[in-house]
């Protein structure tokens, strides 16, 4: 099993910045890809930003191109969400999710293991 721990979401103004860590603990392993993605209220959970297990590979949404940043600390089994120049239709919740043993993948439903979520709130 993998426990996931989302910490950062708050609430924020229009243009601001807010930095999510999400780590992980338990049967990790050795190579895991972490990606997080977002879901407003009756909407589809969906995809925002990854990363694989070197950092080089980091793939993104269009939405989040040029403000949204991933990195990760492997000898801390954390990822990190830096969200900058926020606008409201970021407003969700975020969410933490763990691949192990493959690459990064936009596809929610290859993530085996989630964490509870973080609320992000951006006001207008």
């Known amino acids: 099993q993998v426990q996931l721990v989302e910490s950062g979401g708050g609430w924020v103004q229009t243009g601001g910045s807010l930095r999510l860590a999400c780590a992980a603990s338990?049967?990790?392993?050795?190579?895991?890809?972490m990606a997080w993605f977002l879901q407003a209220p009756g909407e589809e959970r969906e995809f925002v930003r990854g990363i694989d297990w070197s950092g080089s590979i980091t793939p993104y949404a269009d939405s989040v191109k040029g403000r949204f940043t991933i990195s990760r600390n492997n000898a801390k089994n954390t990822v990190y969400l830096q969200m900058n120049s926020l606008k409201p239709e970021d407003t969700a919740v975020y969410y933490c999710?763990?691949?192990?043993?493959?690459?990064?993948?936009?596809?929610?439903?290859?993530?085996?293991?989630w964490g509870q979520g973080t609320q992000v709130t951006v006001s207008s």
């Open positions: 999710a763990v691949r192990r043993g493959s690459g990064v993948s936009v596809d929610r439903n290859t993530y085996e293991y």
């Open positions: 338990g049967r990790t392993g050795s190579n895991y890809a």
